[in-house]
């Protein structure tokens, strides 16, 4: 079977119809999404429709979580990167929110494992990104394989049979995919990962969109870098009149400055 696990897709309907046409050109047969689908982008209705009609499992996310008032609301009020999500709420059905609302934190599925943020405290929202909350998330659970999102940013630890960890593949990571392409690697079987399959909606450093397929039979693990159409999303953003994000400014000046 090839999964295919996508997270963070952020109201940007665009960017996930992209990553669903090429995980089924790859022949995924079930589809995985770790959380977030509001937040941040420009159509969260139209998100919310795909993320239904594609998706055999889908998780709560912190921006979800947010969206429809399971957050403490004087922390969603005073965090402008709620900002969206409470415009959300007047966008969405009732229905469409209860169906958010019952979204759940955890996923364990053929020997893996999914959450949004992190596996200690899933409802807290950790990040995965320092080398404690590594060894600390690989402690909390016994399965070989996590998956996880949050953070926007593709990453994949190995724990080994040994006790060592090591970020893998970090270099590949690092500059943005200017055509669709894989990072592929077989998992060792006395080894554990941790994969962060970054996010589909909302990318950060890299500059393009991403996810992950493990096909559980030949034992592979995918990441799928796709390039990430800025233009489009300005131009949605603009059109409707939403004030553009801080990130994306900055990403914008990065990719100038890459240019040279």
Known sequence: MKYAIMSDAHANPLALETALADARAAKCGKFILLGDVTGYGYDPKRTLELVRENFDVVLMGNHD??????????????????????????LLTEEEKAWLRGRGYLHEENGFVCTHGDFTNPKMWNYIIYPDAVEQNFLSRAEK?????????AAIWEKTEKGACRLKLEKRFREPAVKAESVSFKLNQTSRYIVNVGSVGYPRNDLCGSYGIFDSDARQMTIRRLPFDFKSYITEMTDRNLKLPGWLCQLLLAAQARQG
């Open 65 to 90: 979580s947010a969206c429809v008032e399971l957050e403490p609301e004087w922390e969603v009020a005073t965090n402008y990167n709620y900002d969206f999500d409470r415009m959300a709420r007047e």
């Open 145 to 153: 394989l996590m998956f996880c999102g949050h953070t926007h940013r």
